[in-house]
């Protein structure tokens, strides 16, 4: 039997956890043979909602689910983590700036990266879920020096997967047909869906589109914006479908993408395809033996370069508000 892998998820009373506590438990993250200990962080106003949550947990009685630890200590949650999600932040409300956000928001990934620094095993790797997802991850890396920065990564995956469901209800084709789909840059509405590179079969995606304004002005909008569409028809935010974006996160980065197929995560950039090393950027990785390499050599034409830049941009004014939270 495999020793259990630790796995802290912040935010832990929270509607995305809701939705992902119970499929990690079941083995749908790294498998139906691993064992998993989850320790779950909330704050002490959540006590009472986290502990309802443990109770149910508890019933369903999962076989790989060895033991469930609820704190409201960083450093009690992340003590020997193998895996840490951070999920937990909190929500924008009406009258609130997105740099005001910004601010709450970094303060508590700062303290969360130093908790991290202390107490997480050394090889432990970080997936930021809490919004902005991007600058979020870059303040948590930057406040955990001694663990390695190519163990943290931001969320893109719920773009990706907005993505590949676009084009395979366009052609009406099965999703797992879609190959080297990428989503560049920011968790936000000036994240680029590029599908110049995506395949079904060996065929070019646009090729069987076939159909420019259709991706101009239909697909890249909708994957753009699609978090807002869910907000408004739901009253609430994106939840479901984000935890089984941090489920599929976590089972490429762990179990490995496909063949001939690549995934997008949120990584430090160090310079591939023109982005200037410094902040967290959505590219297209490939994951071996639990590593992740960036997909080198693809051709970025002029429209789409001018779509990467202004991701960068945000990403560099996001990092201008919050210096003074990297160390
Ligand atoms: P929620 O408001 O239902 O839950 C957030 C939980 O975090 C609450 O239980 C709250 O008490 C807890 N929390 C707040 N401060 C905390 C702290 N310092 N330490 C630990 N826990 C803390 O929100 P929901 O829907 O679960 O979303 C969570 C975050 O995920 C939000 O920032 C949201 O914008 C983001 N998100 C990111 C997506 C992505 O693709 N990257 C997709 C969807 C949501």
């Given at each position: 039997v495999r020793s259990p892998v630790r796995i802290a998820i912040t935010g832990a009373a929270g509607q995305i956890s809701y939705s992902l506590l119970f499929r990690i438990?079941?083995?749908?993250?790294?498998?139906?043979?691993?064992?998993?200990?989850?320790?779950?962080?909330?704050?002490?106003?959540?006590?009472?909602?986290?502990?309802?949550?443990?109770?149910?947990?508890?019933?369903?009685?999962?076989?790989?689910?060895?033991?469930?630890?609820?704190?409201?200590?960083?450093?009690?949650?992340?003590?020997?983590?193998?895996?840490?999600?951070?999920?937990?932040?909190?929500?924008?409300?009406?009258?609130?700036?997105?740099?005001?956000?910004?601010q709450i928001n970094g303060d508590i990934f700062k303290r969360q990266g130093q908790a991290l620094n202390q107490v997480a095993k050394r090889d432990?790797?970080?997936?930021?879920?809490?919004?902005?997802?991007?600058?979020?991850?870059?303040?948590?890396?930057?406040?955990?020096?001694?663990?390695?920065?190519?163990?943290?990564?931001?969320?893109?995956?719920?773009?990706?997967?907005?993505?590949?469901?676009?084009?395979?209800?366009?052609?009406?084709?099965?999703?797992?047909?879609?190959?080297?789909?990428?989503?560049?840059?920011?968790?936000?509405?000036?994240?680029?869906?590029?599908?110049?590179?995506?395949?079904?079969?060996?065929?070019?995606?646009?090729?069987?589109?076939n159909d420019?304004?259709?991706?101009?002005?239909?697909?890249?909008?909708?994957?753009?914006?699609?978090?807002?569409?869910?907000?408004e028809a739901r009253g609430l935010s994106s939840a479901a479908s984000a935890a089984n974006a941090i489920i599929d996160h976590l089972h490429s980065w762990f179990l490995g993408t496909r063949e001939n197929d690549w995934t997008t995560m949120g990584i430090l950039s160090d310079g591939s395809y023109a982005i200037p090393a410094g902040v967290i950027y959505g590219f297209p990785v490939v994951c071996t033996d639990s590593k992740r390499k960036i997909v080198s050599g693809l051709e970025i034409d002029s429209v789409s370069r001018m779509r990467l830049t202004a991701a960068y941009e945000e990403l560099v004014q996001e990092r201008d508000a919050i210096k003074q939270l990297l160390p």
């Open positions: 438990a079941a083995g749908d993250m790294l498998g139906s043979n691993q064992p998993v200990i989850l320790q779950l962080l909330d704050i002490p106003a959540a006590k009472k909602i986290l502990d309802g949550v443990v109770m149910e947990l508890q019933d369903c009685a999962f076989p790989l689910l060895v033991d469930i630890i609820a704190t409201h200590d960083p450093l009690a949650a992340f003590d020997q983590v193998d895996i840490a999600i951070l999920v937990g932040a909190r929500p924008r409300k009406q009258g609130m700036e997105r740099k005001d956000l910004l432990a790797k970080i997936l930021v879920v809490g919004n902005p997802a991007n600058t979020n991850t870059l303040i948590t890396m930057s406040n955990a020096p001694d663990l390695p920065a190519e163990n943290f990564s931001g969320m893109l995956r719920l773009d990706h997967n907005r993505a590949l469901s676009q084009v395979a209800m366009k052609l009406a084709q099965p999703v797992s047909s879609i190959r080297k789909m990428i989503v560049w840059g920011n968790h936000s509405s000036t994240q680029y869906p590029d599908l110049y590179h995506a395949e079904i079969d060996g065929t070019k995606v646009t090729h069987l589109i420019q304004a259709w991706i101009e002005d239909y697909f890249i909008p909708t994957v753009q914006k699609r978090g807002a569409a869910v907000i």
